[in-house]
């Protein structure tokens, strides 16, 4: 095999392994890409992409094991609010982020709004279970340590996670609402929430 048909048959290794770093690097990043092809995606000042009801999709498969061991179906919750929010115990911003995550839920659970975090570069789950018991998150988690459900459960055009740690609102229909791509306070979170939990 000459070298230059070696670099050839390295690239796509090279390139998957820079989308995986750039998926597993702990940002801040506010973009709003979300795919190719016309979007109709809504980004306001403070980093919260939204799509218009009539242009949502779907999500795709989100299912699996929980943290505590349990299987769960993202698309079982149908006719709730859903906010799926992308996470790993070793990420500094999630930290900041979920005590708010962990308050809300709770208040916001008697309205029918369901949580749902995504655990993701996690290589086992016992920092992960710890994170949860710490900032009493109380909600399950998707045990997703290779990032699969967020690849899969996304499809191309989305409004797709591509930061950690990273929001998605779903809403009654199961179809993507609203995401965010850096981590939320409090305020923020309901910001991305109230509007698609007033829709009748």
């Not at 230059?4 to 995986?20: K, Y």
């Not at 709730?80 to 979920?98: D, F, M, Q, T």
């Not at 988690?141 to 459960?153: F, M, N, Q, R, T």
């Amino acid at each position: 095999m000459s070298l230059s048909r070696a670099r050839r048959a390295a690239l796509p290794t090279a390139v998957v392994a820079v989308g995986a770093l750039v998926l597993s690097a702990c940002s801040q990043d506010t973009g709003t890409s979300g795919g190719g092809g016309n979007t109709n995606f809504v980004t306001d000042t403070g980093g919260i992409s939204t799509v218009e009801r009539g242009q949502r999709k779907a999500t795709g498969t989100l299912a699996g094991e929980t943290l505590e061991g349990d299987r769960l179906d993202v698309a079982d919750l149908k006719g709730k609010v859903v906010v799926l929010n992308v996470w790993g115990s070793w990420c500094p911003p999630c930290r900041g982020e979920a005590p708010h995550f962990a308050k809300v839920a709770k208040e916001l659970r008697p309205q029918g709004v369901e949580f749902v975090g995504l655990n993701t570069r996690d290589a086992n789950k016992g920092p992960a279970i710890a994170f949860e018991k710490d900032y009493e998150v109380d909600y399950p988690s998707l045990y997703d340590p290779a990032g699969k459900l967020i690849v899969e459960g996304f499809p191309k055009g989305t409004l797709n996670p591509q930061a950690i740690p990273s929001t998605v609102v779903l809403d009654r229909e199961g179809k993507i609402a609203a995401r965010s791509l850096m981590a939320l306070s409090e305020k923020q979170l309901r910001k991305m929430i109230d509007p698609v939990l007033a829709e009748k």
